[in-house]
């Protein structure tokens, strides 16, 4: 990723940042060093937002924010304020948010959550299959449990 913003600070004079979803430490820190005060990077791996709060992270994209935004929210405040225990413990709720959508598909999940709230979305693009309006109603019952919502 070092050489492609190189070469993109070098050859595109708009270019302006990176959404960095690959879950590497190692290479975000490698480009906060060497870009960070010409390039905005946004942080794009939710579940692993706490560690890249830890590399330097302050900016981050991700589709978990849509529905949980408050838990990221609580988690960002927590940690600028030194509460690290509060932070990881809520990195550890985004954790098991994220696994239990993965079975059937994050994205056909999410669409499926937000339906169950009011919020039609309608099917996720081919070739990702729909998840049903019952597993939908379900992941909003766990996440109403679980307080995946708001932290």
Known sequence: ???FAEAAVRSLP???GIKFSKPDLFE???L???FGDRLDLFWGSDETLVGALAAGATTAVGSTYNHSGRLYGKMIDAW???RRDE???LAAKSVAMVRAMVPGGVVANQKALLSARGLPLGPPRPPLVAATREAG???AARFDAEGWWGG
């Open 87 to 89: 932070a990881r413990a």
């Open 137 to 139: 109603e379900a992941l």
């Open 80 to 82: 600028k304020a030194g």
């Open 32 to 34: 906060r060093a060497g």
């Open 1 to 3: 990723m070092t050489a």
């Open 14 to 16: 708009t270019f302006a």
């Open 28 to 30: 975000f820190q490698e």
